[in-house]
């Protein structure tokens, strides 16, 4: 016995199964449920050019500018940056105020030395001077001005001592300074917005 077709009100045979609605139907019906599935193939299409427009053209514009969130972001690390190089110049300035002070020291003690051994040689001086205006001078006293100038030429040779300056400095270990982590912040906001739910008087 034939099949009749499923679809109501129809009273025809059905010749073929329709998959579309899990029935037996005629061939006008099936026609009718194969135009309805190609007419529903247009919008799909249309839907698919026109998000696909949009990410080639107005997303992708819009990608190559960075969000707020972003700037913020390489603010924060340009701030960092900045700080750093303002105490590295604090230190800095401090060392370099400490060898000033040190060189400062050994320079003034150079000019005393100096001022001293310049004193020495005008006292004797002033007694060689004196004993060659008397044009009396004795053997001992010849030979202790001689025993002074070599005494004197003696100091003059002896090196110069200058400070053992030594510069101790540590690594700047940059893994020990920064860190950069990211964080889901939809996910962040999420929780937030869950707290405040659960903090409602409505809730309580």
Same mark, same amino acid.
């Given at each position: 016995?034939? @099949?009749?077709?499923?679809?109501?009100?129809?009273?025809?045979?059905?010749?073929?199964?329709?998959?579309?609605?899990?029935?037996?139907?005629?061939? @006008?019906?099936?026609?009718?449920?194969?135009? $309805?599935?190609?007419?529903?193939?247009?919008?799909?299409?249309?839907?698919?050019?026109?998000?696909?427009?949009?990410?080639?053209?107005?997303?992708?514009?819009?990608?190559?500018?960075?969000?707020?969130?972003?700037?913020?972001?390489? $603010?924060?690390?340009?701030?960092?940056?900045?700080?750093?190089?303002?105490?590295?110049?604090?230190?800095?300035?401090?060392?370099? $105020?400490?060898?000033?002070?040190?060189? @400062?020291t050994h320079q003034n003690e150079l000019t005393q030395k100096v001022i001293s051994n310049l004193e020495s040689l005008e006292k004797m001086r002033q007694q060689l001077r004196e004993l060659l205006k008397d044009g009396d001078v004795t053997h001992r006293?010849?030979?202790?001005?001689?025993?002074?100038?070599?005494?004197?030429?003696?100091?003059?040779?002896?090196?110069?001592?200058?400070?053992?300056?030594?510069?101790?400095?540590?690594?700047?270990?940059?893994?020990?300074?920064?860190?950069?982590?990211?964080?889901?912040?939809?996910?962040?906001? @999420?929780?937030?917005?869950?707290?405040?739910?659960?903090? $409602?008087?409505?809730?309580?």
């Amino acid at each position: 016995m034939a @099949k009749r077709c499923l679809i109501e009100t129809c009273k025809r045979e059905a010749e073929t199964y329709c998959y579309h609605c899990s029935q037996d139907v005629c061939t @006008k019906h099936y026609l009718e449920h194969k135009k $309805s599935i190609q007419e529903q193939l247009h919008p799909l299409i249309d839907e698919v050019n026109s998000i696909y427009d949009r990410l080639n053209h107005g997303d992708k514009n819009r990608s190559k500018s960075f969000p707020h969130y972003f700037t913020d972001v390489y $603010s924060q690390v340009d701030q960092w940056r900045a700080d750093c190089h303002d105490h590295i110049d604090v230190v800095y300035h401090r060392a370099r $105020s400490q060898i000033e002070t040190i060189v @400062k020291t050994h320079q003034n003690e150079l000019t005393q030395k100096v001022i001293s051994n310049l004193e020495s040689l005008e006292k004797m001086r002033q007694q060689l001077r004196e004993l060659l205006k008397d044009g009396d001078v004795t053997h001992r006293q010849l030979e202790a001005l001689k025993r002074q100038l070599e005494e004197f030429k003696k100091k003059e040779q002896e090196a110069i001592k200058y400070p053992d300056i030594r510069i101790i400095t540590v690594k700047f270990d940059i893994e020990k300074h920064i860190n950069i982590t990211t964080v889901d912040k939809h996910s962040i906001e @999420k929780q937030q917005q869950v707290k405040c739910l659960q903090k $409602s008087p409505s809730n309580k």
